[in-house]
């Protein structure tokens, strides 16, 4: 079986490429894009031919989406997201399946397994209309709290980081301003641009601006130093570590 890695985060297309060929002897890597672009023309080169697709939702320059759009994709897909709300749709479409990052073992081979029972390529017309204009995601632009009888809007621009503590959940501006959010921290995952924000724990959301360095710790663990200085401890998650340093780059 012929493998294509479409991932722009190299990290994670690399970690990707070693989970296949260590976990999966007759599945061979012939070819890692991106980008659209890239994946296109890698398409359209006769010499090359994937009989499965390992496909990341948000590329270098546009999102999968427009890859079916402009080419016609005879190989199994498998979709990989960070989004279940992306998930969902290309599952439902007929997409064989999806991953959600980090891509686990157990859920890479139960992935594989399906395309090796289904042996059909993807309905990309029945994807296409599941997906519609919804295929790039409306990120929040601000937040709307309420301190006493005040509303005041929160650009996603002066946001330095969200945690929990308490069993509330704090946004905190880059100003050190903090205001209570009663808003879940899986919702805002999924609200925010994951280009400026990263869930480094259940419990913590920071925004690339507020991080000043990071500390490794032993057990491979990191520290973030953030400003300004936040009041629960900053360290990222171990399986989050390697997507972390990769979103970093």
């Known amino acids: 079986m012929k493998a294509l890695i479409v991932e722009d985060e190299v990290m994670a297309r690399n970690r990707l490429a070693r989970m ?3 976990g999966f002897p007759d ?3 012939t070819g890692e894009t991106s980008s659209v672009e890239d994946t296109i023309n890698w398409l359209r080169n006769p010499s090359n031919s994937a009989d499965i697709i390992f496909m990341d939702v948000e590329l270098s320059d546009g999102d999968c ?3 079916f759009r402009q080419e016609k994709v005879q190989a199994k897909v ?3 997201t960070a989004y279940d709300r992306y ?3 290309a599952f439902e479409a007929g997409s064989v ?5 980090p891509v686990g073992d157990a859920e890479l081979r139960r ?3 399906r395309c090796r029972e289904r042996g059909a390529a993807p309905d990309v017309d029945a994807l296409l209309r599941a997906i519609g204009r919804q295929a790039r995601p409306a990120y929040k632009e601000r937040f709307v709290v309420n301190v006493g009888e005040q509303i005041i809007p ?3 621009g002066d946001i330095a980081f969200f945690y929990s503590k308490d069993k509330y959940n704090w946004l905190v501006g880059s100003d050190g301003s903090h205001y209570i959010l009663d808003t879940s921290m899986d919702t805002l995952e999924e609200e925010l641009d994951p280009k400026r924000f990263f869930r480094i724990s259940r419990g913590c959301i920071v925004a690339m601006p507020a991080i000043r360095s990071i500390t490794r710790m032993p057990g491979g663990r990191l520290r973030v130093i953030a400003v300004p200085e936040p009041p629960i401890d900053m360290t990222v998650a171990r399986a989050r570590v390697e997507d972390f340093l990769a979103w970093l780059e």
């Open 78 to 80: 498998i979709m990989t």
């Open 20 to 22: 296949l060929t260590s």
């Open 27 to 29: 599945i061979e890597v």
């Open 97 to 101: 399946d999806y991953l959600l990052k």
């Open 154 to 156: 929160v650009s996603v």
């Open 111 to 113: 992935a594989v397994e």
């Open 87 to 89: 998930a969902v749709k």
């Open 65 to 67: 989406f427009e890859i």
